[in-house]
């Protein structure tokens, strides 16, 4: 299965309403970011944490990281129907110093007006 | 430049024909990414330059994709003989190569449609 899973696949809200995604991963990591991505093109960072740290805020934003349990929450508060978007993960480096970040296959937000 | 430029935005071609895709990475990054998006899925990694250094070619997925750069400017994907498993978004990714991973800025991808 894929390093950087998240969960849901797929999520529904109405605006206003908070939304959680999820991402595990498997090995050990340096930090874990989040990005977005609208219309399946390019990507937009959001965050990112580093494994020394258990939570980080930014506007709307706030993630969390349990690196006992290999896992990170990206909570959206107070959703606009422009936070439809696809939602990833990437965890990195890995062993062997390799720099190259792992992807989560995505969570697919949808906020109705 | 400002940010990350792909060109072209989109391409259509016909199987078994050649295709250059090219990225302008932001002004001294060092380091820069080519990744592959089938619809619906996640990122899959191509291939990876830092500085001078060899590249990191792990992800190609066949001999029929290449990719130079060089120094730390311009980087061309070329895909040899198309094939209609190539459909895709490329995305190309620049980075301040530190001693970690840092955040990526990410073109807005060439859509690739073989025929």
């Known amino acids: 299965s894929q390093q950087g899973e998240e969960d849901p696949q797929a999520l529904s809200i109405q605006e206003g309403e908070n939304a959680t995604m999820n991402c595990s991963y498997k090995?050990?990591?340096?930090?874990l970011q989040w990005y977005r991505q609208n219309s399946g093109r390019g990507l937009v960072h959001l965050i990112l944490?580093?494994?020394n740290e258990r939570e980080k805020h930014s506007g709307r934003l706030r993630v969390t990281l349990d690196t006992s349990k290999k896992s990170s929450s990206l909570l959206i508060t107070a959703s606009r129907a422009a936070d439809t978007a696809s939602y990833f993960c990437?965890?990195?480096?890995?062993?062997?110093?390799?720099?190259?970040?792992?992807w989560g296959l995505g969570t697919s937000l949808a906020v109705n007006p | 430049g400002a940010g990350v430029s792909q060109s072209p935005s989109n391409k259509v071609t016909e199987k078994g024909k050649d295709v250059e895709l090219r990225c302008d990475p932001i002004s001294g990054h060092t380091a820069l990414y080519w990744y592959r998006q089938r619809l619906g899925q996640g990122l899959e990694f191509l291939i990876y330059f830092q500085g001078n250094s060899a590249p990191d070619k792990s992800g190609l997925p066949s001999d029929r994709f290449s990719a130079e750069r060089t120094g730390e400017s311009v980087s061309t994907l070329t895909i040899q003989r198309t094939q209609q498993e190539d459909s895709a978004v490329y995305l190309c990714?620049?980075?301040?190569?530190?001693?970690?991973?840092?955040?990526?800025?990410f073109g807005s991808g060439t859509q690739l449609s073989v025929l």
């Open positions: 990437a965890t990195g480096p890995h062993a062997g110093n390799n720099r190259k970040l792992i």
């Open positions: 990714a620049s980075s301040l190569q530190t001693v970690m991973v840092e955040k990526l800025f």
């Open positions: 944490i580093r494994s």
């Open positions: 090995t050990s990591i340096n930090n």
